[in-house]
């Protein structure tokens, strides 16, 4: 419990950044106690699933029995998660069957710990997913928000390129789904930006056109780089040079372009949700 304290004070400390976990993708989950109906945080190991869904393993360590949180999920589904940019509530499905086993299989073949923790633990190990639920970007300063987001794009590609790195000439099914999972995800934000914060930047600062401009430029620009790393991610053989070759070209061009966007932090400040 004193570890797990540890790394949640450290986690909340740093937006998410932790140490001893650098690289790993790291979050926090708090449910309801299924007795005592108290809320209780675990930091736990996370696998992108798409552009929203998470999912989390009940590993315990290779404990023979489930942790105390998928006891405390199964009797109360609505949990909270932190991934350092955002707090949100999300809904927790205990997937079984086909589904379960398929997903598992993936999570081994991108790191043989999660087959070693199950034969250890002589069980089943759970797989959940997590739906967050939307209600709106959090309050506070609109610039703090964005830049929340572009640290998590930012250890989210640094991730994806040790990934591709180790992945040696296979291209595994749970890498390609973390490759998807970041071009949805940059999509997303970029979308939001030219319809909700773009348009109102410019009626209320005009002298900032020039700069706007720039920045639609380079998302068009990106655009077209996460088009391309689509099509490589598309073929059944990905040569693994070629899928590097464009995820470095991304990460350049993605590291600029969100460093320009936060010129115009101070003035995103002034806004405040």
Not at 59 to 67: K, L, M, Q, V
Not at 166 to 193: I, K, M, P, W, Y
Request: aromatic share 4%.
């Amino acid at each position: 419990m004193d570890f797990n304290r540890q790394v949640i004070e450290e986690f909340r400390a740093n937006d998410g950044r932790v140490g001893m976990f650098e690289g790993g993708r790291l979050l926090l989950l708090t449910t309801t106690g299924a007795r005592s109906g108290a809320r209780h945080t675990t930091p736990l190991g996370y696998l992108p699933d798409g552009p929203e869904r998470l999912l989390v393993i009940a590993s315990a360590g290779g404990s023979p029995r489930h942790p105390a949180w998928f006891h405390n999920l199964v009797a109360n589904p609505r949990v909270t998660i932190e991934t350092g940019a955002f707090t949100m509530e999300a809904d927790a499905t205990v997937l079984a069957g086909e589904e379960r086993d398929r997903l598992f299989a993936r999570a081994v073949e991108s790191d043989a710990g999660w087959g070693e923790y199950e034969e250890k633990s002589g069980r089943t190990l759970p797989i959940v997913a997590l739906d967050p639920i939307h209600v709106g970007p959090p309050s506070g300063p609109l610039g703090q928000t964005i830049k929340r987001t572009h640290d998590a794009f930012r250890r989210e590609l640094d991730s994806i390129r040790r990934e591709v790195a180790a992945s040696g000439s296979t291209l595994g099914a749970q890498l390609r789904v973390n490759c998807l999972t970041f071009c949805q995800g940059l999509d997303n934000h970029h979308q939001g930006e030219e319809l909700m914060v773009f348009p109102g930047l410019e009626g209320a600062h005009p002298e900032l056109a020039p700069v706007i401009a720039r920045l639609r430029e380079e998302h068009e620009v990106l655009k077209g780089l996460l088009a391309r790393l689509r099509a490589v991610l598309a073929s059944d053989a990905v040569p693994t040079g070629a899928l590097s070759a464009e995820v470095d070209r991304l990460t350049r061009e993605v590291i600029a372009h969100l460093d320009h966007e936060e010129e115009l932090v101070p003035v995103l400040d002034e806004i405040v949700l």
